[in-house]
């Protein structure tokens, strides 16, 4: 685990899981694993297309890794993690509306926002447990 930024050979190493998790589920008969394949593929695109690992930008990125996109990250900032605390939900949503248009699809940044009691309270109910 490095609690840091990576560069180099642990940049690249991250950066496969996303080929790895597709090539792992594409040849799946379940629709829901082909699905699944798409979001892993997809995920860490970004709407500007600067993202990985093809550069998709825009609605070129399929509409679960957008949405998935923007629940990991939402999901990484209000969590407590071994590198940081948790971000208050308003801060978080500050950040992803800044990153709107940029990483993330803005209209789907709007709807987080809107929805942003029924979102806590889901997190609330699936809060993580801690590892025994």
């Given at each position: 685990q490095n609690p840091g930024r990576l560069d180099g050979e642990d940049l690249r190493v991250m950066?496969?899981?996303?080929?790895?998790?597709?090539d792992m589920l594409k040849d799946s008969?379940?629709?829901?694993l082909q699905m699944a394949a798409v979001i892993a593929l997809?995920?860490?695109?970004?709407?500007?297309g600067s993202g990985y690992?093809?550069?998709?930008?825009?609605?070129h990125i399929p509409l679960e890794a957008r949405i998935v996109?923007?629940?990991d990250v939402y999901d990484a900032l209000t969590s407590v993690r071994p590198y940081k605390p948790a971000w208050p939900v308003e801060d978080a949503l500050i950040y992803m509306e800044k990153q709107a248009g940029k990483h993330f699809d803005p209209r789907l940044v709007e709807f987080l926002a809107r929805n942003r009691e029924e979102v806590t309270s889901i997190g609330e109910r699936f809060a993580d447990q801690p590892v025994q």
């Open positions: 950066q496969s899981h996303a080929r790895i998790g597709y008969s379940s629709g829901y997809g995920h860490h695109e970004k709407y500007d690992p093809t550069g998709l930008k825009g609605d996109a923007i629940a």
